[in-house]
């Protein structure tokens, strides 16, 4: 038995394959490693991973269909698939809207398609994202809530995502589980999240911009409570008894909507120097306030977040400093 986990070169993908591994399980990563980022940090949480027994790499673009169905040939035996591979990511997407329809739609199709030729295929879980309650003003976010109302086309995707899955599930029987995730970060996150881009510009001496003039709130989610939730999610998959729909989407999140300058703030203190503060207005396709209700992950799974921000803002500015040799 095997796992494919896809964006396994990613922030939460390398450390979702690095404890799968650890708890002695057989993982298939699968990234095409491109440039959205610096490719070198990708390669580095790529190679540390690279030398446990049980690992296996395959670089590819899980938009190619061909590609991408040839895994169910080479590994037959998978029965699970972890899919995060995308393209992250709310401002990008309005410089490079194709590139977000070909990875997150074309790459999830690619995906489900792969999942249904794999005979021994026990549960298809995914990544979504907090982004898809849009504008949503009814806090906390719930599932139960309309998301019909994306104010980005990253968000478009990922509820495109959820809509074609449940209609596999339909379909075909296929057992998934959907993930909203809610601002991850910690050691080895995107160079393109608020943390990352807030700490390299204080350590270098360049001002960092706030938007909406700082008032702004989010549900920030520390990487081991992500990590412990996927986890948990593997190990539950829905019942796909006679009449059920084997479908099902949780939020992951902190339950905790942080103010901005507090996230500022704790950041500075990580440091040990102020930042220099640009306020600037709201970004087209952002949100004022994140928050995640996650009764029901607590409920079906057990999911307890355990990091608060003051515990793990210092956590990831030690990576940094560590990574980068500050």
Not at 43 to 71: P, W
Not at 146 to 165: G, I, Q, W
Not at 221 to 236: E, K, N, P, Q, R
Not at 271 to 297: H, L, N, S
């Amino acid at each position: 038995m095997s796992i494919i986990v896809t964006g396994v070169a990613g922030f939460i993908g390398s450390q979702v394959a690095a404890q799968l591994i650890q708890r002695g399980q057989t993982v298939i990563g699968v990234d095409n490693l491109n440039d959205y980022y610096d490719p070198a940090l990708k390669q580095a949480r790529l190679d540390r991973l690279s030398g446990h027994n049980g690992f296996t790499f395959r670089r590819l673009d899980i938009s190619e269909r061909e590609q991408t169905e040839s895994l169910a040939v080479e590994f037959p035996d998978v029965t699970e698939i972890v899919h995060l591979a995308a393209q992250a990511g709310v401002r990008y997407s309005l410089e490079n809207p194709f590139a977000y329809v070909q990875t997150n739609v074309m790459g999830h199709l690619c995906m489900m398609e792969l999942a249904r030729r794999l005979s021994k295929l026990r549960h298809f879980v995914y990544a979504s994202s907090s982004s898809v309650y849009g504008g949503n003003t009814e806090l906390p976010f719930s599932v139960d809530q309309r998301v019909d109302r994306p104010v980005s086309l990253y968000a478009a995707t990922k509820r495109s995502d959820e809509l074609m899955t449940h209609c596999y599930a339909h379909l075909f029987g296929l057992p998934s589980t959907g993930l909203r995730f809610f601002t991850v970060y910690g050691p080895w996150g995107r160079p393109d999240m608020s943390a990352f881009i807030f700490t390299k510009a204080i350590f270098e001496g360049r001002p960092i911009r706030i938007f909406n003039n700082g008032d702004m709130r989010r549900d920030f989610t520390y990487i081991d409570d992500i990590v412990a939730g996927v986890l948990a999610v593997i190990d539950s998959p829905p019942d796909t008894a006679e009449g059920a729909l084997p479908n099902r989407v949780y939020n992951l999140g902190n339950h905790r909507s942080e103010p901005l300058m507090r996230f500022v703030e704790l950041i500075e203190e990580a440091c040990g120097r102020e930042a220099i503060r640009e306020f600037a207005e709201m970004q087209q396709g952002d949100v004022k306030e994140t928050y995640a209700d996650i009764g029901p992950a607590q409920r079906d799974l057990g999911f307890e977040p355990r990091v608060s921000i003051e515990d793990g803002i210092p956590r990831f500015v030690s990576w940094y400093r560590d990574y980068h040799k500050v």
